[in-house]
């Protein structure tokens, strides 16, 4: 009897850790570089500190900056910036067949790491919904806010490339960078949503 009232408990605590990933919003990090054979991970924390103090500790995310062809100070303008937004517009504008085809599009690259595809623009869709709750929406907003981690991949079905929304505004590198299509990601739903 024991036996079984103990492996009941066992049962249910390992459903409860492993039956909700998207319950763990704020806990993931925002961003593991997927490139070739490498997997590098990018915390929350250190992308704040970042922004807030212009520090950079991690390899990967010095990677971006360098790569991203924006200077270290337009990133943290850019990444830092907040947007005031409608969240009943925001959320008429994601649900909505044009909304779907804007998420399906900017998740080209960049995607939750263990369900790929299947999963991501609902993904983001909730990170987007969750941040402009408050009525403001910011890049760093948004990837605080991601339900589970996202992967940059360069390998497999893609190239590693992000579509920027805004390909009138950048040029080079810049229209193909991770840092370069959060800087764009909150203007680009406000500026739907107002539709």
């Known amino acids: 009897m024991i036996n079984r ?3 009941a408990l066992l049962l249910g605590v390992s459903l409860s850790v492993i039956a909700d990933p998207f319950s763990k919003a704020n806990t993931q990090p925002p961003v593991r570089w997927n490139t070739g054979g490498s997997v590098n ?7 704040e500190s970042f922004l807030v103090d212009g520090v950079v500790t991690d390899r990967a995310l ?4 360098r790569m991203s062809g924006w200077s270290t100070e337009e990133l943290r303008f850019g990444l830092s910036k907040v947007y005031a937004v409608d969240l009943a517009g925001v959320s008429r504008f994601l649900d909505s067949d044009a ?12 995607f939750p790491y263990w369900r790929q595809k299947a999963t991501a623009a609902m993904a983001l869709r909730a990170a987007i919904i969750a941040d402009a709750k408050d009525g ?20 497999g079905p893609t190239d590693g ?8 505004k950048v040029s080079g590198d810049q229209a193909t960078s991770l840092l370069s299509w959060y800087v764009f990601l909150p203007a680009c739903i406000k500026a739907n949503s107002e539709r």
Do not use: H
């Not at 010095?62 to 900056?65: H, R, T, V």
């Not at 403001?136 to 907003?141: C, E, K």
């Open 62 to 65: 010095q990677d971006a900056i």
């Open 41 to 47: 991970t990018t915390t929350y924390s250190e992308l």
């Open 161 to 168: 490339r992000q579509n920027v929304c805004a390909p009138d």
């Open 136 to 155: 403001l929406l910011s890049s760093i907003g948004i990837m605080k806010q991601l339900p589970v981690s996202f992967r940059l991949s360069d390998n």
């Open 5 to 7: 009232v103990a492996a």
């Open 99 to 110: 909304g779907e085809a804007f998420l399906q599009d900017q998740t080209r690259s960049y």
